[in-house]
T-cell receptor
Framework: DAGVIQSPRHEVTEMGQEVTLRCKLI?????LFWYRQTMMRGLELLIY????????DSGMPEDRFSAKMPNASFSTLKIQPSEPRDSAVYFC???????????FGDGTRLSIL | AQKITQTQPGMFVQEKEAVTLDCTYD???????LFWYKQPSSGEMIFLIY??????QNATEGRYSLNFQKARKSANLVISASQLGDSAMYFC?????????????FGAGTRLTVKP
């Protein structure tokens, strides 16, 4: 079975540019999570969705960040405009049911110059 | 406060020996879940094992077992017969409340190095 698929694996871009990260959930999973990992702050939950509906976006750092889930199997995380401090590894994860294990994608390593 | 603590920034273990990675947690909700993840140098996050707060027995998955001591609020990971491929960062995580059962909190991680 395919796991959570994220793209791109690596992204390097200049500050001010729009960045779009993509995530495909495991088939049948109904919860979707976006995390950011940095050395300083560890793993931080940015936002999560249940059944395509955003439930908690309190972890989204600023209005420059937005996330959508246009259908049950796909999500995007957009940063516009990007800044150097957004550089991090961004993970997408999905789970079958609330309270259960979250299965992570391989992450997108984002570098903003 | 609902938090999870890993006090060992780094651990070393000899190949084929067992190692225990410590994790303590704090939550006031009686219904919660505990998880361990492995992050090798390649960066992916791999789910290892899960323990529910009402589970009577300690969880086991192959060489991984979770030493769940509820009264002490600890959920240590035990890796038996360590292999070189076990060298990685290990994160303890908790969903602290059944009322918000998607709110997963992660510890700071422990870097395990297996020596040949």
């Amino acid at each position: 079975d395919a796991g959570v698929i994220q793209s791109p694996r690596h992204e390097v871009t200049e500050m001010g540019q729009e960045v779009t990260l993509r995530c495909k959930l495991i088939s049948g999973h109904n919860s979707l999570f976006w995390y950011r990992q940095t050395m300083m702050r560890g793993l931080e939950l940015l936002i999560y969705f249940n059944n395509n509906v955003p439930i908690d976006d309190s972890g989204m750092p600023e209005d420059r960040f937005s996330a959508k889930m246009p259908n049950a199997s796909f999500s995007t995380l957009k940063i516009q405009p990007s800044e150097p401090r957004d550089s991090a590894v961004y993970f997408c994860a999905s789970s079958l049911k609330g309270g259960g294990p979250q299965h992570f994608g391989d992450g997108t390593r984002l570098s903003i110059l | 406060a609902q938090k999870i603590t890993q006090t060992q920034p780094g651990m070393f273990v000899q190949e084929k020996e067992a190692v225990t990675l410590d994790c303590t947690y704090d939550t006031s909700d009686p219904s919660y879940g505990l998880f361990w993840y492995k992050q090798p140098s390649s960066g992916e996050m791999i789910f290892l094992i899960y323990q529910g707060s009402y589970d009577q027995q300690n969880a086991t998955e192959g060489r991984y077992s979770l030493n769940f001591q509820k009264a002490r609020k600890s959920a240590n990971l035990v890796i038996s017969a360590s292999q070189l491929g076990d060298s990685a960062m290990y994160f303890c995580a908790m969903i602290p409340s059944a009322r918000n059962n998607n709110d997963m909190r992660f510890g700071a991680g422990t870097r395990l190095t297996v020596k040949p």
